[in-house]
Structure formats: structure tokens, C-alpha cells
């Protein structure tokens, strides 16, 4: 906490500003004490108007032994909470700091009614099922994915797991990783973890919906298909729609081909295995949505930021890799489709970053809802009303070079050989934007 001007300038994330305490309207400092606790933690600070001007408390002692006696008798479980008193310049404040709760879901009662609340930017708002169904996870120091099922993993098969694993890791697959990586349970039961990496997933919300629109909103579709399969086939079938409806142009240079894609294919592979591994699988109607646009490719999952914060307000080089299924995400990394370290978004930024045509303002874009996570890749190769001409690209790139040594030596020695400025004539581009080029995902 700083003080400037008169002016209280908050430290902690998350926080709110009361002017005056509400004695007789307790719901609405309480609600925000609950959501506090349910989330990340936060403060409130008393005798601070919504400017976050300081005018101060007239009896802060006694509005103290209030709010002590309110948290007790209205909140279940009490949240460890600390009362400190400030003073500036004559007038006295009071922050309650409330700690993140390791007792989640912490309710409001009030009535015979219990309601838990959640932070969701700078809100506090009461809980949907799916999220106090994650607090409650969250209070038993469990998670969805590790949840046993009644299902016997006998009766079923990992086969396309089991390949996937080999031709990843060059490793043989071995049924005892079954347990180890915590898609079995030690009595032959699966997981919920276990069940969305079956050969016959029958997981209802583990769903793929893949939209080519045309132009760029959601009118008409080109194309439309929803996949029902296990994580392993979700993630091959959605990166097959995207490669099929995303382009790569490219110019012949004197030693080598220049390509000039679209998107980084690693960068959007890195965007669905996000997507595949954080969603919230509690939200039963939800599933993972690809959309893609003339200008660009969006994925959409359930589930918001873990500590109620928004992904469009922080620096994504100091989120802290919270993972809301352990299990599944392990499994991913066991295949070589993530890092352990969990560095997903600033891994998706880099990579389109290093791509030859890449301009500011190209990065991908993550924003997050009340319920929702959205990762946004734009069109290399779009201007704001259509698509650049390979040309254009080219002698930008061009220019680029000339003016950068170090990108020169970056993008114009390839396979040993040295290249002249890049540049276009009749015969160097012999394929056009617009003719589908075959990638690897990576």
C-alpha cells in the first residue's frame, strides 16, 4: 500500500474501496470477505472513497470490533482475516486483509440461506454450480481429473494412448503408468482423468466444435463439425481442421523456400493443449470451440482464471502456472505436448513473434469472462480489410533485414547457404496465398 497526493494506491490484486462501513447493509462488504477467501485473497479498506481518495474514519476502533464480530457470525468457515489500522495525516483507515482460505467454499449466511462468492475481475459475485463445485474440490484438497469413478479400468482401453506415447517419447509403453500417472486408481477404478483418455471416451462434455465462418463474424460457415473423443483424438482432430482452413504463401529465394504462414502452427498447438488441459470439466454443457475467421483463429474453453483475476490485466511473463487439472496436464506433458514449467502463454507469443512477417500488434490475445477463456491468433498476412499480397509481405521482410543485421541472420542463412535480399519477381513465388500448403503441428 502507498499513499500519494491523498491518494491510496493499492499493492494487493485484488481490493475494495469502502468510504464508510455499512452496519445495517453487512451483505455488501461480507460478500466481498467471502470471495477474498474463495479466490486469491484481498483487501478492504475502509475510509476510502471510490477514487481511492482518503477521508478517513471517525471511530476506527469501534467499526473494527464490528466488522471481527459480523466476519464470526455471518461468514462459515470464519476466514483468517487481520484488522490493521492506518493513519495519514490525521485521518485513520482501516484495511481488512483477508487471506486466501484453505477451507473453501466460504459462505455468507444470513437468513438459514449460505451463499459463496467469488472474485471475477474487480467484482465479487455469488457462485455458479460449476464454481462452488471447484471450491468444494478445492476445500478437500482434490481436483475434478483426480476424482475416482465406479468405472473398472478393466473393461476398457488406453491403445491410443499407449501409441501416441511411443511415437512421442520413443519410449515403450508400459500399463503400469496407468496408476503412476493418476489415470488409475489403486483398486482398477478410473479416474475422471483416466476416463478422458480412454479409447472409448463416453466423458459427454469432452467435445470439440470446429467453425470455418465466412469473412469475419459469425454469419455463415464454410464448414462445421463437432468431435466426441478422448483428449488425445480431440487435439489431432482440431489441429487437422485448423491446418485445412489456414494457409501458407511463401517466395522461392535463390537457395531456399521463405515461408510465410498465417499463424505459427506450434503457437496455435500450444493454444488448443492449453485450452484441452485447463478448461473446467465440471461445466457439463461446455466444450472447446474453434472458430475460425478470415482475420483470425479463436479458441474458447469453460473456465475462467483459477484466482478470479482477468488474463487481459496481467503480464502474462509473471502469471504463476496454476493448474486446475493437475492430472491432465501431466499426462500432456508425459506426451511431450507441453513443458512441465507451464510457460504456454508466453511460449504461444514467442513463437508467432519469431515468425519472418510478423508486425506489432500481431500478438496472440488471451481475455477471460465470468466463465470463459479465450485465446485469439491473428492473420499475419490480413490488413484490416483483406488478405496482403505475397509481394507486399516479402518486401517487407525485405526491409526488415536491410535494416537488422541480426534478423538477416536470423531468417536469411538457411541449411548453411547464404541468401540475398529477399525479393519477388514473375517467377519466385510459385505458390500464391490462397493454395493450401501440408504442415506439421509440431
Not at 197 to 204: I, Y
Not at 239 to 247: G, H, L, P, Q
Not at 313 to 321: F, G, K, L
Request: charge should be negative; glycine fraction near 6%; aromatic fraction near 10%.
Amino acid at each position: 500500500m502507498q499513499i500519494h497526493n491523498n491518494i491510496l494506491i493499492a499493492e494487493c490484486s485484488s481490493y475494495d474501496f469502502k468510504e464508510m462501513l455499512e452496519r445495517k447493509k453487512v451483505k455488501s462488504w461480507l460478500k466481498s470477505v467471502s470471495a477474498f477467501a474463495n479466490t486469491d485473497g484481498g483487501s478492504l479498506f475502509y475510509g476510502v472513497n471510490d477514487d481511492g481518495v482518503i477521508v478517513g474514519l471517525e471511530n476506527p476502533q469501534a467499526d473494527a470490533d464490528f466488522i471481527s464480530e459480523m466476519i464470526k457470525a455471518r461468514l462459515d468457515p470464519v476466514p483468517e482475516v487481520q484488522l490493521i489500522p492506518i493513519e495519514h495525516e490525521g485521518r485513520n483507515l482501516l484495511e481488512v486483509r483477508v487471506k486466501a482460505g484453505t477451507l473453501t467454499p466460504y459462505y455468507y449466511y444470513q437468513d438459514g440461506t449460505r451463499t459463496a462468492y467469488t472474485r471475477v475481475g474487480n467484482e465479487s459475485v455469488e457462485c455458479n454450480s460449476q464454481q462452488l463445485l471447484s471450491l468444494v474440490l478445492k476445500g478437500t484438497h482434490m481436483t475434478w481429473d483426480s476424482l475416482p469413478t465406479q468405472v473398472d479400468a478393466n473393461k476398457h482401453s488406453f491403445v491410443i494412448l499407449a501409441n501416441t506415447f511411443r511415437e512421442q517419447t520413443h519410449q515403450e509403453w508400459n500399463d503400469k503408468y496407468l496408476e503412476s500417472f493418476g489415470l488409475v486408481t489403486s483398486d482398477g477404478k478410473l479416474t475422471n482423468a483416466g476416463l478422458l483418455f480412454v479409447d472409448n471416451c463416453t466423458v459427454f462434455q469432452s467435445r470439440i466444435f470446429c467453425t470455418r465462418w465466412t469473412g469475419l463474424y459469425k454469419d455463415d460457415a464454410i464448414s462445421s463439425v463437432e468431435h466426441r473423443a478422448n483428449l488425445v483424438l480431440l487435439l489431432k482432430y482440431g489441429m487437422d481442421f485448423i491446418k485445412n482452413y489456414t494457409m501458407s504463401g511463401w517466395v522461392k529465394m535463390p537457395n531456399y523456400r521463405l515461408n510465410l504462414p498465417d499463424y505459427s502452427d506450434r503457437a496455435i498447438f500450444e493454444g488448443l493443449v492449453n485450452h484441452l488441459i485447463h478448461r473446467d470439466y465440471t461445466v457439463m454443457g461446455g466444450e472447446v470451440h474453434i472458430d475460425i475467421y478470415d482475420d483470425r483463429v479463436e479458441l474458447v474453453s469453460p473456465g475462467a482464471m483459477l484466482d478470479g483475476t482477468q488474463i487481459q490485466d496481467r503480464d502474462i511473463y509473471s502469471v504463476p502456472s496454476l493448474r486446475r487439472n493437475p492430472i491432465i496436464a501431466d499426462m500432456f506433458t508425459q506426451l511431450d505436448y507441453m513443458e512441465k514449467r507451464g510457460s504456454g502463454l508466453r511460449k504461444m507469443r514467442e513463437l508467432t513473434e519469431k515468425l519472418p512477417n510478423f508486425l506489432l500488434g500481431k500478438e496472440p490475445y488471451y481475455k477471460t469472462e465470468a466463465s470463459s477463456f479465450f485465446t485469439t491468433f491473428y492473420n499475419l498476412n490480413w490488413n484490416e480489410n483483406d488478405r496482403i499480397s505475397v509481394e507486399e509481405v516479402a518486401n517487407r521482410v525485405n526491409n526488415t533485414l536491410e535494416k537488422d543485421p541480426v534478423n538477416r541472420e536470423k531468417f536469411g542463412e538457411i541449411a548453411g547457404n547464404s541468401v540475398n535480399i529477399f525479393g519477388v519477381n514473375d517467377k519466385s513465388s510459385e505458390r500464391k496465398f490462397g493454395e493450401k500448403v501440408r504442415r506439421d503441428c509440431g
